[in-house]
């Protein structure tokens, strides 16, 4: 299976997602620890941004999974900076 260079489907990273609606800040447990943050549009309709580390793209989509099993319409997905596994 094709991957970009120095990415894979185990690699760490930094993502933001955005999502359309309101998300209350106590789920952040419940969705890997991620910071969340509601922000209104121009129109006044909620968008919540979850930015956090996960440890593999198997968590990221738990996460995504969730969202949309709650009912949130997903805006974005961006990726911030991928780090490779240290091994000892």
């Known amino acids: 299976m094709p991957t970009l260079k120095g990415l894979t489907f185990d690699t760490p990273a930094v ?8 998300l209350d800040k106590s789920w952040s447990d419940r969705m890997n620890g991620v ?26 989509a738990g996460v995504l999974n969730t969202l949309y099993d ?11 900076e991928a780090q490779p596994l240290r091994t000892a």
């Open 15 to 22: 993502y933001r997602i955005r999502v359309q609606g309101f």
């Open 70 to 80: 709650m009912g949130f319409p997903l805006l974005k997905v961006e990726r911030f």
């Open 35 to 60: 910071e969340i943050r509601v922000r209104n549009r121009p129109d006044g309709a909620p968008v919540t941004v979850l930015t956090g580390r996960f440890i593999d793209q198997t968590a990221l």
